[in-house]
């Protein structure tokens, strides 16, 4: 069983920055993938961005170019860095990995 705590969302204005944090209850080098989605009020969930074991990351179109996954073995979390917001990134953000475990989610709020 994992358990995944997500923090540093928060109200930011167009063109800024926030770097979300998950932090794993278990060694993430366990984990063969750990992904982040978000969910917009009145939209379908999407995936954003994802790292793998062998640090091999992959992002949504929206993300591309703008966010960077990346993870710090040694505190046992993973990161998004998101740069270059955009209204539309507003949402609960989550990490989720295989298995089903979802943490909490971390508001984001870009206002335009």
């Known amino acids: 069983q994992v358990q995944l705590v997500e923090s540093g969302g928060g109200l930011v204005q167009a063109g800024g920055s926030l770097r979300l944090s998950c932090a794993a209850s278990?060694?993430?080098?366990?984990?063969?993938?750990i992904n982040w989605y978000r969910q917009a009020p009145g939209k379908q969930r999407e995936w954003v961005a994802q790292?793998?074991?062998?640090?091999?990351?992959a992002y949504a179109d929206s993300a591309k170019g703008r966010f960077t996954i990346s993870r710090d073995g040694a505190k046992n979390t993973v990161y998004l860095q998101m740069n270059s917001l955009k209204s539309e990134d507003t949402g609960v953000y989550f990490c989720?990995?295989?298995?089903?475990?979802w943490g909490q989610g971390t508001q984001v709020t870009v206002s335009s």
């Open positions: 278990i060694s993430i080098f366990s984990i063969n993938v």
């Open positions: 790292i793998t074991r062998n640090d091999l990351t």
């Open positions: 989720v990995t295989p298995g089903g475990y």
